[in-house]
């Protein structure tokens, strides 16, 4: 079988789209992400074990390239403070302190999210917010379900921690 | 185990952590636009594989040359002691290093301004023998690739730690290499690097001289990220 990256192009491109956002890039690095992890299966692509499944290789390469843009973002805090806010459903208009109140959520949301490792992240996004069954999650990254369920769980604990901490020093009265 | 559910239809998650999940979106499918820019530039890169991989495979080219070429030269040293003009001027120099192997022609020159015309050094050119000089010659780019590649390398670890010596890495390197290969990835790191020091202004005058030398580069778009200017246009 040749395999053509065009075609993985076609393919794929979705799947690497979502794991890329799964992953935590930021919407604004995310075309620059998808055309990174196709240059290096561009690259690799001889190197590709048949046997595998590509969709769990093509998350791999996914997993580098994110964490080569944490790594960035990390330096560069402005860009992620610009995900938190914009989401297209809604009018901040319309209700102001509300509207404060959600972007306030979602930014503790992607705070907590951050402090994931990156695979547990993933199997944490996939499972609590695009609902995809574990089943499902284990058949995409070719791992078993009981994997699944062990990074879900680790993950759910980490989550739970990180909040706990960004709620702390409200608690104590202090801001953020 | 099998019996887990997402937390916000089991309902048993602490109530703080299902009100942020409540606000989370999902992750949103590929825009049809986006996606034919991809592939569009995907295939512009596979038609110029140089352009889309130079920076993947230049340290493999080059650590294959110099090493090519350091076999070389210990495979075709013995024959240059014995026949060269001035054997002693290539055996003091190391084996791995291309200036050594070049010091040979200087010496065919130097033997023809002695006699004051050509002949004399067409004659110790000929003398000199052809094999090596052939099999001598491409390393002195892929030379000068690797200690590019390697100014970048450092520069870019430096990035993420200390943008000033990174920044003073860059600097070396554009005294150094002041028309290299690798001079618009330099100069894109060092606007990041001035932009991580705070110093924009210089930035942004930087990034203006990199898109003179080289409008409409691979690097245009991220340039364009560094700076916040905006979402790159549909190309």
């Known amino acids: 079988m ?4 065009g075609q993985l ?3 794929y491109a979705d799947f690497v789209w979502r794991s890329l956002q799964r992953l935590g890039v930021p919407k604004g690095n995310l075309e620059d992400a998808l055309q990174d992890v196709f ?14 499944k590509m969709s769990t290789w093509l998350f791999g390469i996914c997993l580098r390239v994110a964490a080569a843009h944490r790594r960035r973002a990390y330096h560069r805090r402005e860009e992620q403070v610009s995900e938190y806010g914009d989401r297209p459903d809604e009018n901040p208009l319309a209700n102001p302190e509300q509207a404060a109140i ?12 951050e402090a994931l490792e990156l695979d547990r992240r993933a199997v944490f996004v996939m499972f609590e917010i695009d609902r995809i069954p574990a089943t499902a999650i284990a058949e995409m990254l070719d791992i078993p379900v009981g994997t699944v369920y062990s990074r879900l769980h680790r993950a759910r604990a980490d989550f739970n921690e990180a909040i ?13 | ?12 998650a602490p109530a703080p952590l299902r009100d942020l999940l409540r606000e989370a979106q999902a992750s949103q499918p590929l825009d049809a636009r986006i996606r034919a820019r991809s592939r569009r530039r995907l295939l512009a890169m596979s038609a110029l594989p140089a352009a889309a991989g130079v920076l993947f495979w230049i340290k493999n080219i080059a650590l294959g040359a110099v090493l090519g070429s350091a076999v070389s030269v210990v495979i075709y040293a013995p024959s ?49 023998p052809m094999r090596p000089s052939t099999a001598a010659l491409p390393p002195a780019e892929p030379s000068q690739l690797v200690r590019e590649t390697q100014f970048l390398e450092k520069a870019r670890t430096l990035l993420g730690q200390d943008a000033q010596l990174a920044l003073r890495s860059l600097d070396a390197h554009r005294r150094e290499f002041p028309h290299g290969a690798l001079k618009l990835e330099r100069e894109l790191m060092a606007v990041d690097a001035l932009l991580k020091l705070g110093r924009r202004q210089e930035a942004q005058l930087r990034a203006s001289q990199m898109r003179e030398q080289a409008p409409g580069s691979i690097y245009e778009k991220r340039l364009s990220r560094l ?3 905006g979402p790159a246009q549909e190309q």
Do not use: C, N, Y
């Not at chain 2, 120099?93 to 002695?114: I, L």
């Open chain 1, 2 to 5: 040749t395999l053509d990256v």
């Open chain 1, 9 to 11: 192009h076609d393919q």
């Open chain 2, 227 to 229: 700076l916040g200017e």
């Open chain 1, 102 to 113: 959600r972007q306030e959520a979602r930014r503790r949301l992607q705070l907590g999210l």
């Open chain 1, 39 to 52: 240059i290096v299966v561009q690259r690799r692509l001889g190197s590709f074990e048949p046997t595998a």
């Open chain 2, 80 to 128: 240059l002691r014995h026949s060269a003009v001035k054997p002693d001027v290539t055996a003091r120099q190391p084996a791995a290093r291309t200036t050594g192997v070049h010091r040979r022609f200087p010496v065919a020159r130097d033997a023809g301004a002695d006699d004051g015309g050509t002949l004399a050094a067409t004659i110790s050119s000929a003398a000199a």
């Open chain 1, 164 to 176: 706990a901490r960004l709620e702390r020093p409200l608690k104590m009265g202090g801001t953020q």
């Open chain 2, 1 to 12: 185990m099998t019996d887990i559910r997402p937390w916000l239809e089991a309902g048993d």
